[in-house]
Each structure stands twice: as C-alpha cells, then as structure tokens.
Nanobody, 123 residues
Framework: QMRLVESGGGTVQPGASLRLSCTASERSFTTAHVAWFRQAPGTEREIVARITASGGTAEYADSVKGRFTISRDNAKNIVSLEMNSLKPEDTAIYYC????????????????RGQGTQVTVSS
C-alpha cells in the first residue's frame, strides 16, 4: 500500500511563498500520476494541479495558474508544489494524491492519498 506524506504547510502573509512536498513510501510512485487537491472549510475539495508520471505534463486550476508550479523528482520519490504570491483564498488543507494509470481530475479516482497539510494565508 502506497503511503503519501505531505509537508511544508504553514501560516504566511499574503504575497508570500510556500513549498509543499509529497513523499511516497513505494517506488511505484514513480509510475503514478500525482495531483494536489485542497479543501477550505465549508467548500468542496478541488484539484489544484496535477502532473504525469514522467513529469512531462502538468496542469493547473485557473485560480492558481501562473502562481503555483508542480514538479517531481522520481529519484527521490517526491512531488512538490511551489506556491508563490499566496492569497487569503488559498487558505485550505492541501492533499497529495496518486493514481496508477488514471489521468484524472476526480478525487475519487486517486486511491492513494495523504493526510493533508494546512496552509493559512493571513495578514
């Protein structure tokens, strides 16, 4: 069973940056498509960004395009989310999720999920 662990969350001021990391326990992670989702209180969970197993393709939600960058280092079993120019509306719990063979935006199609890391953007 692949285990995912997120790290790097915290509380920052608007305009600041954070880098989230997702570390996997299994080498099969290198063959998985990986996504970052987020969920703010009282809202639906939404996909933020996703990246193919090879790292060759990345896609972003419109709300973060140009500010967030997803990347992966398969040698280290890590997928990162670089978040710049953070806004209060980015405040949420951020989850890393992985899927073998599914290139999808749907949470339910990602069987491997982390516990989440809190990101709070506030002045």
């Amino acid at each position: 069973q692949m285990r995912l662990v997120e790290s790097g969350g915290g509380t920052v001021q608007p305009g600041a940056s954070l880098r989230l990391s997702c570390t996997a326990s299994e080498r099969s992670f290198t063959t998985a498509h990986v996504a970052w989702f987020r969920q703010a209180p009282g809202t639906e969970r939404e996909i933020v960004a996703r990246i193919t197993a090879s790292g060759g393709t990345a896609e972003y939600a419109d709300s973060v395009k140009g500010r967030f960058t997803i990347s992966r280092d398969n040698a280290k079993n890590i997928v990162s989310l670089e978040m710049n120019s953070l806004k209060p509306e980015d405040t949420a719990i951020y989850y890393c999720a992985a899927a073998l063979g599914h290139w999808t935006i749907l949470w339910r199609n990602y069987p491997y999920r982390g516990q989440g890391t809190q990101v709070t953007v506030s002045s």
